[in-house]
Every structure is written in C-alpha cells, then in structure tokens.
C-alpha cells in the first residue's frame, strides 16, 4: 500500500493512521509541482491528495482512504472492534471532521473561490473564523471526559489533528478548549504522529 501525500494537508492524516496499523507501507511526499505532472494525475486526475495504491486498485477521497485504512488492518482497532455501532460512531466523527470542519476552512485558504472582490476577502476570512470556533466548541464538548472522538482512538482522531494544526496557522480562535489543547497534547506525544510528522518534515 503506497500512500501520496503532501506535507500538512489532509494527507496527513492518512499518513498517521498507517502508521497506528503497525504494519509496512510507502509514502510518497509529493510537491505542488509534483501534483500536477502527468506521472499523477494518472493516479488522481484531479491532481489533489492523498490517493492510495494497493497493488492494482487506485483509490482518492480522504473518507474513503481512511476506511480502506481501517478494513485493510482490522487488528488496529481504527473503525472500532468490528461492531456495526463502534464503526458507525468511527464513521460519524470522521465525517464531521471531513465534511463539516474542513470545508469550513477553504474561505480562509481560498477566499476568491467565493468572491471576487478582494476587499471583502477580510470579511469572508472573519466570518470562516467565527464557524470554525463553533465547530471546533462542538469537538471540545465532545472530548469532555473522553481522550478520543469516537471513545476509542479512531481514523476520526488524526484528521482532527490536523484541522488544529491548520487552525494555528489561520487564526482561528481556539483560547478555552482545553480538552482539545489536551488533545492535540497526547496526539503530538505519540509515536505514530511523530514518525509521519518527521517524515514529511514537519514539526
């Protein structure tokens, strides 16, 4: 299994779960310009990461390459103990941190996707700030009393990560979470995190 993966994107999270499985795989760090060269947008058209190749099979989309993840090393536990419930609350975290928390971002990476008028790209930042700090109050709520998303360490836990890494470098507000400053604590404490940090050389 070979995962493409840019350093500090979403990819990244991807990254930390493969290495949560315990067992072997590549990693492909790739550039922007990388991204774009033939070589792979014959493996994800859209030129974006991460994507996946496991053998002949081919696969993009961060959701689905986390439950490929999680189906292709059951042993680590990252979909929940094989119950339909744990893999469901699993798959529910994860789709609020891919669908709802991510999004919510791309007016701060992007603002002319949303307006062309660049004196009110402060404007659209400001109010991206405001939504990311009630989403990420509702990930705090739910971290009251638990260490992990799901109540189980999960392939919802480093793609949160991540968006909080995002979070600092954007400014969005994060002053009072403290279950989510513990979070990011223990994620940055563990050996996993460190080993795809210092991979795609981030720190």
């Known amino acids: 299994m070979k995962l493409y993966s840019k350093p500090g994107a979403c990819s990244t999270a991807d990254h930390i779960a493969l290495q949560w499985t315990g067992q072997p795989f590549e990693v492909k760090v790739m550039t922007a310009a990388e991204m774009k060269a033939p070589e792979y947008l014959a493996i994800n058209p859209t030129g974006a990461v ?3 190749v496991d053998g002949d099979f081919v696969l993009t989309q961060n959701a689905a390459i986390m439950g490929y993840i999680a189906d292709s090393f ?4 990252l979909g929940g103990d094989g119950s339909p419930q744990q893999r469901a609350e699993a798959a529910r975290w994860l789709s609020f941190v891919n669908s709802d928390v991510h999004p919510a971002f791309t007016p701060l990476f992007a603002p002319g996707k949303f307006i062309a008028d660049e004196s009110e790209f402060d404007a659209i930042k400001a109010a991206a700030r405001k939504r990311l700090r009630g989403l990420f109050e509702s990930a705090d709520q739910r971290l009251e009393g638990r260490q992990w998303l799901a109540g ?5 836990d480093p793609y949160l990560y991540i968006t909080l890494r995002w979070a600092g470098n954007v400014g969005v507000d994060l002053t009072g ?12 404490a563990d050996p996993g995190v460190q080993a795809a940090l210092k991979a795609e050389g981030l720190h």
């Open 50 to 52: 991460p994507a996946i």
């Open 74 to 77: 059951p042993q680590a536990g």
């Open 152 to 156: 189980f360490r999960s392939f919802a």
């Open 177 to 188: 979470l403290d279950n989510l400053a513990a979070f990011r604590q223990r994620m940055e």
